[in-house]
């Protein structure tokens, strides 16, 4: 499925809902004895964002499989750049981001197409 930049947006516009993006920012400390990870921590984003399925096959990101989702993330007003040590949460739902992939219009990010899985 291929989409504009413009597109994209719209779709945010139209259908989009308020999401939580979940950046990992302390990465913790590994205990080897229990096979744990203690003391990471983390930090939360709101955006409003858009979920779309991808076909199989093909996609502009990656190989997928059916049943593979994307979100769209504006960048304009996010503080942050998604990547996929991240969490994307809403609507009673959280999904890990896979892949990432910036869409520029003139040198400017203008959105984030984020590969995710549950």
Do not use: H, W
Not at 85 to 109: E, H, K, L
Request: aromatic fraction near 10%; charge should be negative.
């Amino acid at each position: 499925m291929s989409f504009n930049a413009r597109d994209l947006l719209k779709m945010v516009q139209d259908f989009g809902e308020t999401l939580t993006l979940r950046k990992v920012t302390t990465d913790g400390t590994y205990d080897a004895t229990t096979g744990t990870l203690s003391g990471s921590a983390t930090t939360d984003y709101s955006f409003t964002g858009y979920f779309y399925n991808l076909a199989e096959g093909t996609s502009d990101l990656n190989q997928t499989r059916k049943g593979r989702r994307a979100c769209v993330i504006p960048a304009k007003g996010l503080k942050v750049v998604p990547d996929d040590q991240d969490q994307i949460s809403g609507n009673g739902d959280t999904v890990n981001i896979t892949t990432v992939r910036t869409i520029f219009s003139n040198g400017q990010a203008v959105c984030y197409l984020c590969e995710v899985f549950d």
